[in-house]
């Protein structure tokens, strides 16, 4: 605790803790920047320059790891927020790892190849995170799973390999803008001026980035009915029979719209609406499932995989909801009216 002293007649003027001041390196005559938070209170950083200095992280390789495994490494230090990445295998690096690095690269936004050389490969994002805000990403994020599940059941109705395999394909897209909403998020933590850049208070941030997981793995369930495609085909499934997941999926993408609008209106009602119309397409789901009993085995198994994965979406839609009703609740502090 610190008392408000006055000086001069009209500055107020509070001390620093001595500890914290040693430990930040602030001496006599130092300038500090004061930031104000939307709550009203006042972050006091010695940290003024616009970007702070930048974070590498070197991975050393001993002889050839997975493929897999490096590139599971490389989103980990994005994720991290490290803006330079290298890798280094000596006496000289192996085709696969430059392979997945230029993988990587293409994976994820905002980070370039820089420097290449026989044993070293590097990387740079170049990416300024303000570009980008998170309800941007949220918003590309949420068009794309949402097409992803209307290509999906079109594809199951009409047994259209080739739609199902385009949505397969738009699923990298949906995990750029997931990574790229966690590693916003976490150089966030670390620079608490990025927030007053973006918009976006830190208490905030943690619910953008659950729904955008949340979002994540609607669209993984998306890609994975339009995997069935190609099972229910080959076992001769009737068009009748796909006609109720077209039907199924459009009412429970109709729920994720309306969640997604209540973010962005800061409409709390609506949002507890979509919980409530979320639990009543998992009703109605639930009955279709009983529907489904004494199919054949090549039909009943990809079909089960596909209203499971609905039932699923139905859950995630849910969470949505409730996250949105979270934050608006978090946004509007005590007196918020929801």
């Given at each position: 605790m610190r008392k408000v002293q006055i000086t001069g007649g009209s500055t107020f003027v509070i001390s620093l803790p001595k500890k914290w001041a040693r430990e930040a390196g602030v001496k006599p005559n130092d300038t500090l920047g004061i930031i104000q938070q939307d709550d009203g209170t006042l972050v006091v950083t010695p940290k003024l320059v616009e970007t702070e200095s930048t974070r590498t992280k070197t991975f050393?390789?001993?002889?050839?790891?997975?493929?897999?495994?490096?590139?599971?490494?490389?989103?980990?230090?994005?994720?991290?927020?490290?803006?330079?990445?290298?890798?280094?295998?000596?006496?000289?690096?192996?085709?696969?790892?430059?392979?997945?690095?230029?993988?990587?690269?293409?994976a994820v936004i905002g980070p370039e190849i820089i420097d290449e050389s026989a044993e070293v490969i590097r990387t740079r994002d170049l990416l300024d995170p303000s570009d980008l805000p998170f309800r941007t990403s949220l918003q590309r994020m949420y068009r794309i799973a949402s097409g992803m599940h209307s290509s999906a059941a079109t594809a199951c109705a009409e047994l259209d390999i080739h739609l199902a395999e385009d949505v397969v394909s738009r699923d990298a897209e949906v995990d750029r803008l997931n990574w790229l909403i966690a590693r916003q998020y976490n150089l966030l933590l670390r620079d608490i001026r990025l927030a007053e850049k973006m918009g976006t208070p830190r208490e905030h941030a943690i619910v953008f980035l659950l729904i955008s997981r949340t979002l994540e793995r609607i669209g993984d369930h998306a890609s994975r009915i339009a995997e069935q495609v190609a099972y229910l085909k080959r076992a001769g499934a009737e068009p009748k029979l796909?006609?109720?997941?077209?039907?199924?999926?459009?009412?429970?993408?109709?729920?994720?719209?309306?969640?997604m609008a209540s973010l962005l209106t800061k409409d709390a009602r609506q949002a507890h609406e979509c919980i409530r119309r979320a639990a009543g397409f998992l009703s109605d789901l639930e009955k279709l499932s009983g529907k489904m009993t004494g199919l054949p085995a090549g039909v009943a198994v990809p079909m089960g995989a596909v209203l499971d994965s609905l039932g699923r979406t139905g859950h995630y839609t849910k969470d949505v909801g409730e996250l949105v009703i979270n934050y608006l609740v978090g946004e509007g502090g005590p007196t918020a009216r929801v």
């Open positions: 050393e390789l001993a002889g050839s790891p997975l493929g897999e495994e490096l590139f599971r490494n490389l989103i980990a230090a994005y994720v991290t927020g490290y803006d330079i990445i290298e890798v280094v295998q000596r006496p000289r690096m192996s085709a696969q790892v430059r392979n997945t690095v230029r993988t990587f690269c293409h796909m006609a109720p997941v077209t039907k199924h999926s459009e009412a429970v993408m109709k729920v994720l719209d309306d969640a």
